[in-house]
């Protein structure tokens, strides 16, 4: 994910189900561009290294659920830019 320094501080909401988790942005997040081997620009967009943002763990309940990321204190999170989401499974331990 990317974030404006305006954005630092703020409130991310993560809802899966009935299970939600919250985290704040704790500094600007800036996706570092990988270098081209390419001489000539190109029209396309190049790669990035995306920065994490660690959310705290919530439940999986069984069934379909829908997860959604949302900015619970930001008019419309101009700016900021999510690249995808990544969901480990953590066991509980017996």
């Not at 909401?13 to 985290?23: D, N, P, R, S, V």
């Not at 600007?28 to 270098?35: K, L, M, S």
Request: glycine residues 8%.
């Amino acid at each position: 994910m990317t974030t404006t320094p305006a954005e630092q501080g703020k409130i991310m909401e993560l809802h899966c189900g009935k299970a939600f988790a919250m985290t704040a942005i704790d500094k600007t997040y800036t996706a570092v561009p990988v270098p081209s081997p390419d001489r000539v620009p190109r029209q396309e967009a190049y790669g990035k290294v995306w920065p994490e943002l660690i959310m705290d763990s919530i439940p999986l309940y069984k069934g379909a659920a829908n997860m959604k990321l949302c900015t619970a204190d930001m008019n419309s999170g101009q700016g900021m830019e999510v690249k995808g989401i990544y969901v480990e499974l953590i066991k509980e331990k017996n």
